[in-house]
């Protein structure tokens, strides 16, 4: 048997980014990205229409001017990021894994990634989405772009879904790491772990026992709530929050990105840009931020956190905001994720 047909195929998924940050990519990309039915969970008749139609075209323009605050001379964060790690895994792997990598929406496509791990006859693929904690948004519209390719081969391997990481011990080690790192440099007074928010309906919606109270049925995992987003957010803050040695009033779990100005729709709370500017009353004048719903380096972390967030809170009277930077291709994190690939 051919070496290439023993091979384990390997496919990373990110969620995409422009081709460059110039108006008409960034349009391009979001018209691809907020035309999702799993992002934008309305019926078809109204999303295509109104997005394309007025949320895109209004929203482009002042997206690509924080884009080109972003780019850099290797082009976009989360491109490169994402292709250190393929290059770093495959070189930790060895040459029983062929890695590939992919983005939900844009280049390099999901497509274009399985076609190689295809043409490699490889023998199984395990599908790993760059998305720790589960939702329908991120890592189901990454199963579901899958299913929809490969539902076309004549010859379909097995393949293998990673749902979810934020548990995973070497992920919650390489965060602790690099915590600890920048605590090292400072003292802070607290510490802020922000996730990326989703609606309150896509909650519901994965659901249905009607357990979810968005309340203390997120204060452990339970058959009940594992695929919870926002229990699962809360898991991932108090293994952090343990590791760093810090006690529950130490850290504050909160979400951003939200929609609801536009959409009129309750998202996951606290809001992050909401709760620091509450800070530097209580006396909370350092403050070190955390992004564990991302693995590497993009828009919501640079961009949100380390400078928009930064800046709120020092206009509310706050000294230091110092964002702790994302795993993106350190060799603890190739390490942890080279052993998750290993055990699927």
């Known amino acids: 048997m051919p070496t290439s047909a023993r091979r384990i195929g390997v496919l990373l998924v990110n969620l995409g980014t422009p081709d460059s940050p110039e108006t008409s990519d960034v349009r391009r990309y979001l018209n691809e990205f907020l035309t999702d039915g799993r992002v934008v969970d309305m019926p078809a008749a109204i999303r295509y229409p109104l997005f394309q139609g007025l949320v895109v075209p209004l929203r482009a323009p002042k997206s690509a001017k924080i884009y080109k605050e972003l780019w850099t001379d290797r082009g976009s964060p989360l491109l490169f990021h994402g292709l250190d790690l393929k290059e770093k895994l495959q070189q930790v792997l060895g040459d029983g894994y062929l890695v590939a990598f ?14 190689e791990l295809r043409a490699a006859a490889v023998e199984r693929i395990v599908v790993l989405p760059l998305f720790p904690q589960y939702a ?91 695929y919870c987003y926002r229990a699962q957010c809360f898991a991932t803050s108090r293994l952090v929050a343990e590791g760093l040695g810090l006690k529950p009033e130490q850290y504050t779990v909160s979400f951003q990105s939200r929609l609801q100005s536009r959409l009129r729709d309750p998202w996951l709370q606290p809001y992050t ?36 967030f930064k800046e709120l809170f020092e206009e509310a009277g706050g000294e230091h905001w110092q964002l702790v930077p994302s795993l993106n291709s350190e060799p603890q994190w190739v390490e942890a994720v080279a052993d998750m690939l290993r055990r699927s």
Request: with cysteine; glycine share 8%; aromatic share 10%.
């Open 102 to 115: 992919g983005m939900r929406y844009q280049k390099p496509s999901i497509a274009g990634a399985l076609e």
């Open 136 to 226: 329908s948004a991120s890592t189901g519209s990454v199963q579901e772009k899958v299913m929809a390719i490969v539902k076309d081969w004549w010859i379909v391997p097995s393949i293998n879904f990673i749902s979810q990481f934020a548990t995973e011990p070497g992920f919650i080690a390489a965060i602790v790491a690099r915590g600890r790192a920048e605590m090292d440099k400072r003292p802070y007074d607290h510490v802020v772990l922000s996730y990326h928010g989703i609606p309150e309906r896509h909650v519901k919606k994965g659901d249905p026992t009607n357990y979810c109270r968005f309340g203390s049925c997120c204060d452990t995992l339970t058959e009940q709530n594992q």
């Open 273 to 308: 840009d909401e709760v620091l500017k509450e800070f530097p009353a209580k006396g909370i004048k350092n403050v070190l931020a955390f992004s564990p719903a991302f693995v590497a380096d993009c828009l919501e972390t640079t961009i949100e956190v380390g400078e928009e």
